[in-house]
């Protein structure tokens, strides 16, 4: 050992099909020493079911997210968990923490990275496959075109009056457990037409639908609504229609 400290790779493993992990994430699963992976106690651990046919027998470092906006609280968890991956990175250990989706779109990783970094450690991101955009492939509609503008919301966080007002194409992420009360909403807005509704897109029980109006069922927290502007909305998918 030459005494060189290793690297934290933050790996956006996307939205759940294994298939959509880009080249570069393979590879540093590969030839990592450690995989961390969040943890949130009761959760499925998404992000390393996702990669298990990559990392083999490769060790695994599960890292506590407590699923709470106390700030005191995920302070102190993020805090213990830098130290453990400090740790092996003061080693010479390489280590892929993967995370859902990409790493900079509301992700807890840069809890992680921005500790590791502060502690003098090198910290990499390799991007992944966004939610939205593996959503609105399955859907066969475009994100936003033209000079379209695109508005990113997580909709669980309060009321949404004002980023529905905003003139852009929407993206209502972790939508499940406010799928009722924005689907009334919407409707009263006369905008419900408008949206589809895509729930664990590309993990297990993944269900598209088109018209969120006629969506129905258990959802989960992995659910994300694409609202178009109106224009739009109703037209067919590229080539379909010319």
């Given at each position: 050992?030459?005494?060189?400290?290793?690297?934290?790779?933050?790996?956006?493993?996307?939205?759940?099909?294994?298939e959509l992990?880009?080249?570069?994430?393979?590879?540093?699963?590969?030839?990592?020493?450690?995989?961390?992976?969040?943890?949130?106690?009761?959760?499925?651990?998404?992000?390393?079911?996702?990669?298990?046919?990559?990392?083999?027998?490769?060790p695994v470092?599960?890292?506590?997210?407590?699923?709470?906006?106390?700030?005191?609280?995920?302070?102190?968890?993020?805090?213990?968990?830098?130290?453990?991956?400090?740790?092996?990175?003061?080693?010479?250990?390489?280590?892929?923490?993967?995370?859902?989706?990409?790493?900079?779109?509301?992700s807890t990783?840069?809890?992680?990275?921005?500790?590791?970094?502060?502690?003098?450690?090198?910290?990499?991101?390799?991007?992944?496959?966004?939610?939205?955009?593996?959503?609105?492939?399955?859907?066969?509609?475009?994100?936003?075109?033209?000079?379209?503008?695109?508005?990113?919301?997580?909709?669980?966080?309060?009321?949404?009056?004002?980023?529905?007002?905003?003139?852009?194409?929407?993206?209502?992420?972790?939508?499940?457990?406010?799928?009722?009360?924005?689907?009334?909403?919407?409707?009263?807005?006369?905008?419900?037409?408008?949206?589809?509704?895509?729930?664990?897109?590309?993990?297990?029980?993944?269900?598209?639908?088109?018209?969120?109006?006629?969506?129905?069922?258990?959802?989960?927290?992995?659910?994300?609504?694409?609202?178009?502007?109106?224009?739009?909305?109703?037209?067919?998918?590229?080539?379909?229609?010319?």
């Amino acid at each position: 050992m030459s005494g060189e400290k290793g690297i934290l790779y933050g790996v956006g493993v996307g939205p759940g099909d294994p298939e959509l992990l880009t080249v570069k994430a393979v590879r540093l699963l590969q030839t990592a020493d450690v995989i961390a992976a969040p943890d949130s106690g009761g959760e499925s651990r998404t992000a390393l079911h996702i990669v298990r046919d990559y990392i083999e027998d490769k060790p695994v470092v599960l890292c506590p997210t407590p699923m709470t906006r106390d700030r005191e609280t995920l302070d102190r968890a993020w805090k213990d968990n830098a130290a453990q991956i400090c740790a092996l990175l003061e080693q010479g250990k390489q280590v892929a923490f993967v995370t859902l989706g990409d790493p900079t779109v509301y992700s807890t990783y840069f809890y992680l990275h921005r500790r590791v970094l502060a502690q003098g450690y090198r910290a990499e991101i390799v991007p992944g496959v966004p939610s939205f955009c593996a959503a609105a492939a399955k859907l066969g509609v475009p994100l936003c075109e033209g000079s379209q503008r695109l508005l990113v919301v997580p909709a669980s966080h309060g009321d949404l009056t004002d980023s529905l007002d905003v003139d852009a194409n929407k993206i209502l992420m972790k939508a499940g457990r406010q799928l009722g009360t924005l689907k009334a909403t919407l409707r009263q807005r006369g905008e419900l037409e408008n949206a589809a509704l895509v729930v664990n897109c590309g993990l297990p029980g993944e269900q598209v639908w088109p018209s969120f109006a006629q969506a129905e069922g258990d959802t989960g927290y992995f659910s994300l609504v694409l609202l178009r502007q109106r224009e739009h909305a109703g037209q067919t998918k590229a080539g379909e229609a010319e």
